[in-house]
């Protein structure tokens, strides 16, 4: 029986810049201009104001640990690694994303919320999914 | 907005609870449906109204010899019946129909001829969600639940302990899958499925269905019914996001606000005028959520309202009292059981009956907070 392989996600049009900027490394999220606000998930228009004037960017990769829970019962793929953390991480920028804390223990002590986190990628089934891990405060953050 | 009022004059659930391995999904549709119309002592070329969700309600219509002249398959996951609920009333008020039946079956558990659901992996959360190694409802409704004891000072305890007023309830009812009594003790020796969720505040599976059959008030009050009316006197629904990740808010569901106020708004009531209520509960944190959201207490007290016993039996707001789908039953999409316990409050034939229920609310969920729908019925016709 072949090794169960994590879920990969498939590209639709609206989202391939998000995947070809994950394959590069790059964390891009989509702005629009008159709003002056990032918005996640990707789509050709922006979701408060409905302008088509919005342009993908590249952004921080930084964020807080916004909420988690740690997974006792593994999806396929993720067997080796239970129990883990999925969290939703509050970038930046303003969007959450949700994403594994990866190089953390999977424990609660360890997982504080609002702690500093910074983006990493992990190949799944060739494309290169977002994780994060604990990150040193940054400077003026809040 | 007013409309003509609308009574529920049958109600019954299938035959068996459980583990069902000899139905399809269909045929739990069908037994209900059935049993409904018994109840009701209609027949089925009585019925030109169908709603149902998951299965497409022609082939249920179909399976069991109708032929309607109104039909939704609204299918927002288990609060779909209170949606229907509504329809219902909207469409007899304005002469579409006379008599809906409403039907749920779900092979929850034995997943025997299910109908398919769309998580695939070019859907959004399909490519943000599923990746990131989610197991269904356990990895994803619960995710705000560690923010919100964050921001509120909810303890691990109080959550727990809507497992343990919920199983007080059961104990009361024969039809209830666990019936002993819990600790918060229990809880927490229960497995861990997904911190800060133990098993024992996750919701059973099981198969199972039920269904209802509505007629305007008007018509139940001339009719000879087995079992008195029970009226429809508000109803809302609202949506928020088929991805927990991109909540508004992780600590509150909009759907729930929303659903609410307009059902409330409906039936010209507060929260106090409430005598019995129904929280859809896949997971402890639900009837936290929802009696803040709907009004019942303020921010961050819903856990301390348990805790001290106020929805237990005895205390002053009866809050699943069926055992909810932590104790009773939970199929998949639970919203018809919150219903079907509301009706039996207002007839007075609820195995853990509460005593002088005039109004029932009950308050359905869809997806990870993705829809709300609500219902509220009394005993008077408004
Ligand atoms: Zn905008």
């Not at chain 2, 992780?250 to 005028?273: L, N």
């Not at chain 2, 639970?334 to 308050?363: C, H, K, N, W």
Request: net charge negative; proline share 9%; glycine share 12%.
């Amino acid at each position: 029986m072949a090794t169960p392989t994590k879920p990969s996600p498939k590209a639709t049009p609206e989202t391939q810049p998000f995947w070809d900027a994950t394959a590069r490394g790059e964390l891009h999220l989509q702005r629009c201009r008159p709003c002056d606000a990032h918005y996640f998930p990707p789509r050709p228009f922006c979701p408060t104001c409905h302008s088509q004037d919005v342009a993908w960017e590249p952004v921080s990769g930084r964020g807080r640990l916004h909420t988690y829970v740690i997974n006792h019962r593994p999806a396929p793929g993720f067997e080796e690694e239970a129990p883990y953390p999925i969290a939703l991480v509050e970038l930046e920028e303003g969007p959450r994303l949700m994403a594994n804390i990866v190089e953390a223990p999977a424990e609660p002590d360890a997982l504080v919320l609002d702690m500093p986190l910074e983006v990493t990628f992990e190949d799944q089934g060739g494309m290169q999914v977002p994780k994060f891990r604990p990150a040193e405060p940054q400077e003026g953050a809040r | 907005m007013t409309m003509p009022s609308t009574a529920i004059i049958g109600a019954a659930e299938t035959d068996e609870l459980g583990t069902l391995p000899d139905r399809s999904e269909l045929q739990l549709h069908a037994e209900a449906a059935r049993n409904t119309l018994e109840d009701a002592k209609l027949a089925p070329a009585d019925i030109d109204g169908i709603a149902c969700a998951g299965q497409s309600p022609i082939a249920v219509a179909h399976y069991l010899g109708i032929e309607p002249a109104w039909i939704d398959g609204t299918g927002v996951g288990g609060a779909s019946f209170m949606f229907h609920v509504r329809h219902a009333a909207g469409a007899i008020a304005a002469g579409l129909c006379s008599t809906v039946l409403i039907t749920h079956g779900q092979s929850g558990r034995s997943r025997l001829g299910p109908a398919g659901g769309g998580r695939g992996r070019d859907s959004l959360p399909g490519q943000f969600e599923t990746p990131h190694g989610i197991v269904g409802p356990p990895t994803l409704f619960p995710m705000g639940v560690l923010r919100y004891m964050k921001e509120t000072g909810t303890t691990h305890e109080q959550l727990a302990s809507v497992a343990v007023a919920q199983r007080r309830w059961a104990a009361r009812n024969p039809r209830a899958k666990y019936r002993d009594e819990i600790t918060v003790d229990d809880v927490f020796a229960s497995p861990m499925i997904a911190y800060p969720m133990h098993k024992l505040e996750c919701c059973l599976v099981t198969d199972g269905g039920g269904a209802l059959i509505l007629t305007s008030s008007d018509r139940a009050e001339e009719m000879d019914l087995p079992h008195p009316p029970v009226h429809l006197l508000g109803a809302g629904e609202a949506m928020e996001t088929p991805m927990v990740s991109q909540m508004e808010d992780v600590t509150s569901s909009k759907a729930f606000r929303r659903s609410s106020a307009a059902a409330f708004a409906q039936a010209g009531i507060t929260p106090d005028d409430v005598d019995h209520l129904m929280i859809y509960d896949a997971f402890a944190h639900l009837p936290i959520y929802g009696l803040e959201d709907l009004g019942f207490v303020g921010r961050g007290e819903a856990g301390a309202f348990i805790e001290e016993g106020h929805t237990s039996p005895g205390g002053r707001l009866p809050l699943n009292t069926n055992g909810g789908g932590l104790s009773y039953t939970h199929t998949g999409m639970y919203g018809m059981f919150a219903l079907q316990e509301s009706v039996r409050q207002l007839r007075g034939t609820a195995p853990a009956q509460v005593d002088g229920v005039e109004i029932s609310v009950a308050q359905g969920v869809g997806g990870m907070f993705m829809s709300g729908g609500t219902v509220v019925l009394g005993r008077e016709r408004r």
